[in-house]
């Protein structure tokens, strides 16, 4: 009987610059963050393995905090050590913050409890946020987004938000957080749940945008989200000001992360 190798899995947390990316996720014939990731740390590990991670960010979306993981059958000597290196050998979109070995029943897609996205909106010109930020030439009424908003806690069904012909078994989410708030010149939305759909948070933001213009009632935000039909929502906005923020999981691995 073969001897079953023993395997060693550790946590990568990371933040990249989506924007000279298709996305996280591995594609053929386009360059992704995960490709570029496995290979670095592949490379310098000499092991061929596979790096999961947290979720799968879309063409052009940024995380400033995502987490992934990978096994490998040779322990690291010094996993600070290693994150220097991971750091060296990437290039400056993607930014290595912690390396540290975990038990292997921690997954870091599936073992997160939450996430969050942020996404920017300005109502003038932003030059040195230019590509980041989705300027909108009008004023918003961020009252009523917010009243909007807040029923999206009120579902689980996020069909209406979801892009067609995904290989998800379902569109069910558990959202628990999403407001609006400003921070000097800029407009955030905040949104935090147990999962994210494909390209779900920038069908939300678009409708909640046609709320802010007066093109879409509150009352007829709630009839969207019941409708269960994505022909009904706004349009999906620029990927570029989308954000993923934060990750959560059960501890210990919570408090090894930093924020």
């Not at 989410?173 to 000097?184: F, H, L, Q």
């Amino acid at each position: 009987m073969e001897e079953q190798v023993q395997q060693h899995r550790y946590f990568l947390q990371m933040a990249y610059n989506g924007a000279p990316y298709h996305g996280w996720q591995l594609q053929p014939n386009a360059v992704t963050v995960q490709e570029v990731l496995q290979h670095a740390v592949s490379t310098l590990t000499r092991e061929n393995t596979e790096v999961v991670g947290a979720g799968r960010t879309d063409t052009g979306v940024h995380a400033s905090f995502f987490v992934a993981h990978f096994n490998l059958t040779n322990p690291l000597e010094n996993t600070d050590r290693f994150a220097r290196k991971l750091n060296a050998f990437l290039s400056d979109d993607i930014h290595i913050a912690t390396v540290f070995p975990v038990s292997t029943d921690m997954h870091a897609r599936f073992s997160a409890t939450s996430r969050t996205y942020r996404y920017y909106v300005s109502e003038q010109k932003e030059p040195f946020r230019k590509g980041f930020v989705l300027k909108i030439n009008q004023d918003l009424d961020v009252e009523l987004m917010n009243q909007a908003a807040q029923l999206l806690l009120q579902t689980n069904d996020f069909t209406s938000f979801s892009k067609l012909h995904t290989d998800v078994n379902n569109n069910l989410c558990k959202v628990t957080s999403a407001r609006w708030s400003r921070e000097g010149t800029l407009l955030i939305f905040e949104i935090t749940a147990n999962r994210f759909l494909r390209n779900i948070v920038r069908a939300i933001v678009g409708t909640l945008i046609d709320v802010g213009k007066g093109k879409l009632s509150v009352d007829g935000f709630w009839n969207t989200i019941q409708s269960k039909n994505r022909c009904e929502a706004g349009t999906s906005v620029f990927g570029g000001a989308l954000f993923l923020t934060d990750i959560q999981y059960p501890e210990p691995v919570n408090s090894m992360l930093m924020r």
